[in-house]
Nanobody, 121 residues
Framework: QVQLVESGGGLVQAGGSLRLSCAAS??????YGWFRQAPEKERVLVAA????????YYADSVKGRFTISRDNAGTTVYLQMNSLKPEDTAVYYC????????????????WGQGTQVTVSS
């Protein structure tokens, strides 16, 4: 059974850092993405990585501040978030898929439960 478990969320002051983790059990996926959803807003893709080759994508709003990476075992994906801003406050979700679609794709077959990130001003 495939499971994605996120961790690492919390409360941080503006300018601080957090590192989110997404641990996948059961399979190694071809593509991972980190999404976020603020209250009353749609879920948006902030970063994605293709397992083979390590190609990455970042939304303009996080480029230069967030870094997506993977471990060599192929089971965990990270999102290092630096210089956090209050507008980064959201529930962050990890998505995983076996396809090698365009990294901008929002189509993911598997999802984690989400982890709350709150940035205070």
């Amino acid at each position: 059974q495939v499971q994605l478990v996120e961790s690492g969320g919390g409360l941080v002051q503006a300018g601080g850092s957090l590192r989110l983790s997404c641990a996948a059990s059961g399979r190694t996926f071809s593509r991972y993405g980190w999404f976020r959803q603020a209250p009353e807003k749609e879920r948006v893709l902030v970063a994605a990585i293709r397992w083979s080759g390590g190609y990455t994508y970042y939304a303009d709003s996080v480029k230069g501040r967030f870094t997506i990476s993977r471990d060599n075992a192929g089971t965990t994906v990270y999102l290092q978030m630096n210089s956090l801003k209050p507008e980064d406050t959201a529930v962050y979700y990890c998505g995983a898929d076996f396809s090698t679609n365009n990294l901008r794709s929002r189509d993911y077959a598997y999802w984690g439960q989400g982890t709350q990130v709150t940035v205070s001003s």
